[in-house]
């Protein structure tokens, strides 16, 4: 007798292996050409569903995907999902960044032409069918990777509607006043020729020259010691930028620290420093043989106090100022202040300036190139701001002012598109003015939902501590700062009248019309100079920060959305943010500051954040180091899925590990899980629930006990997925999976499934 014919084995035609790489294009494609996107929208909005809505943050279309990206893109589509299933008309419509300095500079890369010799028009065609390419291969991956959105109607900052809408964000903060022009210490890359943003920096090592530096005693106001000679007392000042001795025009002090005299015994020389930071300056100068002379002062006796430059070329009287930035950290308590070379610098001067102490013009001999001018003499004009440095430090050097030199090694800041170093660099740029909506600001943040809570207090600071905006770039392509120019008064203009105009035309033909049409054509008809009645006008030349650009994205996608997605169920605001954890500098900040200023509100009720993948050691993914995991090699091998099932194993709030070989146990994970549902499924082929259901009374105690397990898991998991803590999901279905039903439920029932009468009770 053959016994196998006797037992109820199970039946399915659920293939044992996923074959993902195969059958997952497939999925994709009956989702695309059915529409699952459009369906879900309408079935929802059919229900009258509540919306939720997940602002997209637009990724840079400038390269392949990374694996940073699909875990970002997978989180939202996760949440989209999630919420469709609960009930919401889930709207997802997905975004790109795709103007400013990263694609010119690409373009131009890649082309080999020089800008100079190109017209705004034609540079901006090549960036627009640059950013159009890469659109068209991440979008290609996005869709692949199973994230469900709509990607037939996705919204680009290139789109003529979002420029209009950007640029009546701009013209509501002009309304207000929030908008001026001025010159101030802005970062910037001479390698680029454009100013920059802080969240546009990032910080490298760097080797620069540290030197100490005497500057001879003028008028020091009685606080030299006694009975000393004048010509033998000097402040000492310390930098790591010697190319900007040049531009030196005053010496900051602490009010509140003691500063000494310190007696060089061998040289027979007084130097004004810091009582706590004179020791360690007279080290690193090399001087042992010294004692402090006089009486201790605080550095609010030395206001205004004058001392001469160092070198004599500039003839220049050297102000002693006030300034809180100064402190204890490093150098000598006298801190060389350039303000054509310094935010602190700047604001210090200025403070003195708008309290008729000082008036002054800055001193900025370094052009867009980052070439010294001949403002700042002879001996540097031309030469680059470091090759500039061998020449100052020898030129104090031989007028006998250098005290102490050597090199260190330190954190820098640099151009996070080019990599090269950056510098300050005062010059007439275009702001943002925080400090007149900056309570509003950090109420909006205070509003705010942060997942992790500890996102609030990061973002807080920042908007606390940060300086007003610099919004303006010095390239092309981008959207332009909507001002013009009075050719007869030489001030600029932006009223209501012009702004309507100019977002009437950007709205049909874009903003190449800028760069298209004559400042006439762009102003109302007959229009005339507000300050002076002129008629003649000139546009102008500079474009916005990128970050004004997807910072304003709120107005153009939420607040007044293109005809396209009336449909879908926006609203303003968003329920949900989600990007990196580095967006609270970038995204996250821009967007709340354009839309405080504009609404008094933020553009989001909630903001979630993710960290960075890192590889299995912890270490950063690096191409040159050999460790990157693409998620395109990924899906070829395993499948979306695993890359998917990856993302949800993770406490993503934090920084993440990913390699092959945690690849590859995810996909094991993954094929225990879907034998699990097979056997399930195996074993249910021939229930009917109608005539075969079981009462719960009626159940076996083993049988209640997994369906109280299921209903834990449930439980569990919703909760999981409305705190967004998908990792404590994985983890309870993971057990329930492998634990609960494989090792215990299913490994009891064996017997019972196999053996007794299909319609038997047990």
Known sequence: MDYSKTLHLPQTEFPMRGNLPKKEPEFVDFWQKNDLYEKRVEKRQHDGAPTFVLHDGPPYANGKIHIGHALNKTLKDVIVRYKYMAGDNANYIPGWDTHGLPIEYAVLKDSGEDRANMTPLELRRKCLEYAKKWIAIQKEDFIRMGVVGDFKHPYVTFDPHLEAKELEVFGEMAKKHYIYKGKKAVYWCPHCETALAEAEIEYKDRKSPSIYVKYPAVDIKGLGPDGVDPSKLFAVIWTTTPWTIPASLYISVNPKFTYVWVHNKTADEYYLMSKELAPAAMADCKIEDYEFVGREMLGAEWDLATFHHPLAIYNRTIYVLEGNHVTLDAGTGCVHTAPGHGVEDFEVYKSY????????????????????????????????????????ISALAHEGHLLGKKSIHHQYAHCWRCKNPVIYRATEQWFASINDFRDKALKAVDDTRFIPSWGHDRLYNMIRDRQDWCISRQRSWGVPIPAFYCDDCGKWVITDETMKKVEEIVEKEGTDAWWAHSAEELLPEGFKCPHCGGTHFHKEKDIMDVWFDSGSTWNGVLRYPHEDWKEDGVQFPADLYLEGSDQHRGWFHSSLLCSVAVNGYAPYKAVLTHGFTMDGEGRKMSKSVGNVVAPQDIINRYGADVMRLWISSVDY???????????????????????????LMGNLYDFDPKKDSVAYEDMEE?????????????????????????????????????????????????????????????
């Open 653 to 679: 709030q934090g920084d993440v590990r990913l390699s092959d070989k945690i690849v590859k146990s995810m996909s094991d994970v993954y094929r225990k899980i879907r034998n699990t549902f097979r056997y």
């Open 353 to 392: 300036e708008n309290a008729g102490k000082l008036k002054q013009e800055v001193v900025c001999p370094v052009d867009e190139k980052g070439n010294m001018t001949a403002e700042a003499g002879e001996f540097l004009q031309g030469k680059s701001i470091w090759d500039a440095e061998g020449p100052v």
């Open 702 to 762: 083993m049988d209640r006990w997994a369906l109280l397990r299921l209903e834990q898991v449930k439980r569990t998991v919703l909760k999981a997925y409305e705190d967004y803590e998908f990792h404590v999901m994985y983890h309870a279905v993971h057990n329930f999976c492998t634990v609960d039903l494989s090792a215990i439920y299913l490994a009891i029932l064996k017997d019972r499934l196999f053996t007794e009468k299909p319609d038997s009770r047990l």
